[in-house]
Structure formats: C-alpha cells, structure tokens
C-alpha cells in the first residue's frame, strides 16, 4: 500500500511569489492535514480537511489557503511569500476524522529567498 | 495553556542499551492522546505509540513503551535495545479538542537521538 505521497519534494521562490504543494493521501484515507515545521517553532497545525471541507484551521494568516478534492487529494497554497515561510510543509492522512493514528509524507521544503 | 514540553534537546545511547525520553505536557481537558513520532533525516514523520488519557495500562509497541504518569503529567518513551536505525528527532505530541470540538495536536520540539555503534 503506497504511503502518503507530497510533491515536490524541494522548491526554491522568491519574495512575493505564490506556490501550491499537493499531497496525496494514503487509499482510503479521506482526512487530510498539513502542518507546518521550522526549528525554532516545531510543528504547527495549518488545517485539516475531510469530505472536501475544511473542518479545522490552525493560526496562520489567510495567505495560507488548501483544499481538498473528491479523491482525496489535498493541495494547499501560499500566497505573496515572505522569508519567515520557509518551513518544511508535512501532509498526514488518516482514515477519518476520529482516527487516532496520522501517516504522513516526507513534506516539501520550501526555501524563500 | 495546553503545552508540550521536551527538555532533552540532544540525547546519546549506546547500541543495544535501553533509553527514555522525556515527555511532560499541560492540559486542563480530561480528554486527551498522547503520542510519539520519529521523524529521521528523510523528514517523513513516523507514527510509534499512542496513550488515551483514559488508558490505565502504559501502552507498548514492540521496542517502544511509553511511562503514562497522569499525576505527573509525564508521557515518557523508552526504547529498548537501542539500534543504529534508531537515531532520528523524536516528537512528543497531545492531542485535544478545540472550542469547536475538532482535534488538534499540539507538539513539543524534539529530542535529536544518536545511537552510537
């Protein structure tokens, strides 16, 4: 069974430019959630999405947008890049909302320069 | 203030020997999970154990047990008979519920492991 799959594995933009980063969950699974990592803040929850809703948002501005289509599939954008979002962006999938256990993918680092 | 809270930024094992790994959290809800991830240099974040609040015996998972110390607020991992493969940040998380009753994880910063031959 194939594991949580993000692409790209690695980006490089500059100031001001948008980006979009996919991820596709696990067969089956039909929560997706994305969290944000830097070494300084650890993990931050960026939101969740089930049955192409988004169902929870964590605190980050609304440059920070996702969605969720009928096969699962996630995406999430950001908008007007600042140096401060570079971060390593991790999908977990989990089989419902109330499912305990998260499998995630190895993320995309973004670099913005 | 719901917190996680990992004190050992930086930990060394030998091979084979047993290690553990704090974990402390703060939560007013009675509800909650707690968790432990690995997270190894390819950066994909690895599911090991998961603890119920309401969960009387500390759960294990092969090498992994985690030390459940609900009075002390304390979720520690221990791993047994360290392996080289061992040697990754591990990921002390509690999940809760927010004022909308949708789930949250909240994580602590890590523990970077070497397991040393």
């Known amino acids: 069974k194939a594991g949580v799959t993000q692409t790209p594995r690695y980006l490089i933009k500059t100031r001001g430019q948008q980006v979009t980063l996919s991820c596709s969950p696990i067969s089956g699974h039909r929560s997706v959630s994305w969290y944000q990592q830097t070494p300084g803040q650890g993990l931050q929850f960026l939101f969740e999405y089930f049955s192409e809703t988004q169902r929870n948002k964590g605190n980050f501005p609304g440059r920070f947008s996702g969605r969720q289509f009928s096969n699962s599939r996630s995406e999430m954008n950001v908008s007007t890049l600042e140096l401060g979002d570079s971060a390593l962006y991790l999908c977990?999938?989990?089989?419902?909302?109330?499912?305990?256990?998260?499998?995630f993918g190895s993320g995309t680092q973004l670099s913005v320069l | 203030a719901q917190k996680i809270t990992q004190t050992q930024p930086g930990m060394f094992v030998q091979e084979k020997e047993a290690v553990t790994l704090d974990c402390t959290y703060d939560?007013?809800?009675?509800?909650?999970?707690l968790f432990w991830y690995k997270q190894p240099s390819s950066g994909e974040m690895i599911f090991l154990i998961y603890q119920g609040s309401y969960d009387e015996q500390n759960a294990t998972e092969g090498r992994y047990s985690l030390n459940f110390q609900k009075a002390r607020k304390s979720a520690n991992l221990v791993i047994s008979a360290s392996q080289l493969g061992d040697s990754a940040m591990y990921f002390c998380?509690?999940?809760?519920?927010?004022?909308?009753?949708?789930?949250?994880?909240?994580w602590g910063l890590g523990t970077s492991l070497a397991v040393n031959p």
């Open positions: 998380a509690m999940r809760v519920f927010n004022a909308g009753n949708n789930r949250k994880l909240i």
């Open positions: 939560t007013s809800d009675q509800s909650y999970g």
């Open positions: 977990a999938s989990s089989l419902s909302r109330g499912d305990e256990k998260l499998f």
